[in-house]
């Protein structure tokens, strides 16, 4: 079956960057898009982006473009989601998604928080 | 960007109750709209993609209508376990968007 692990939470200052991973088995990696889509504590859903594992290309929501870079590794089968020059407002959330039909599988999130 | 909006936003229902939540489109979107499903503290769950096929192993009790602007969720007996928030999304256009949620609860 399909699985979505990601790494664990993050306390990050204000000014830091965070990578994120989320490692993907069950399937084959390359086929299928990767998308990162963050929650703000109580808030609703936020569509960050999508990596191709194929060929690498990406697609960024554009407040994050210059902020935001995803990236795989396929040899591990693994996506990570690198965001930085956090601010208090980035704390959420952050989920990697798999694309199929729509976003079909779903990792567990990892709690990332920005605080001085 | 298309903005989604659902109604209601919070919504209390008894068990066995008919539930339908709504979510209209800023621009038509043809069928390129799912429906997902998130408890409390769990990821999301994907019920219902191109409108109204539902996923694999979802209740037959879910079900989606609609295409171009208008879409709806449909569950047709209330359960308790379907305490959550639902959300719509459409893949039609980049950026992808979701509406605001409507939190459901069980009276």
């Known amino acids: 079956q399909v699985q979505l692990v990601q790494s664990g939470a993050e306390v990050k200052k204000p000014g830091a960057s965070v990578k994120v991973s989320c490692k993907a088995s069950?399937?084959?990696?390359?086929?299928?898009?990767m998308h990162w889509v963050r929650q703000a504590p109580g808030q609703g859903l936020e569509w960050m982006g999508w990596?191709?594992?194929?060929?690498?290309?990406?697609n960024y929501v554009q407040k994050f473009q210059d902020r935001v870079t995803m990236t795989t590794d396929t040899s591990i089968n693994t996506a990570y989601m690198e965001l930085s020059r956090l601010r208090s407002d980035d704390t959420a959330v952050y989920y990697c998604?798999?694309?199929?039909?729509?976003?079909?599988?779903w990792g567990q999130g990892t709690l990332v928080t920005v605080s001085s | 960007d298309i903005q989604l909006t659902q109604s209601p936003s919070f919504l209390s229902a008894s068990v066995g109750d008919r539930v339908t939540i709504t979510c209209r489109a800023s621009?038509?979107?043809?069928?390129?709209l799912a429906w997902y499903q998130q408890k409390p503290g769990k990821a999301p769950k994907l019920l219902i993609y191109?409108?109204?096929t539902l996923q694999y192993g979802v209740p037959s009790r879910f079900s989606g209508s609609g295409s171009g602007t208008e879409f709806t969720l449909t569950i047709s007996s209330l359960q308790p376990e379907d305490l959550a928030t639902y959300y719509c999304?459409?893949?039609?256009?980049?950026?992808?968007?979701f509406g605001q949620g409507t939190r459901l609860e069980i009276k």
């Open positions: 999304q459409q893949l039609n256009s980049y950026p992808i968007t």
């Open positions: 990596i191709n594992p194929n060929s690498g290309g990406a």
């Open positions: 069950g399937y084959t990696f390359i086929n299928y898009y």
């Open positions: 191109a409108a109204s």
């Open positions: 998604a798999r694309d199929d039909t729509a976003l079909e599988d």
């Open positions: 621009r038509g979107i043809s069928s390129y």
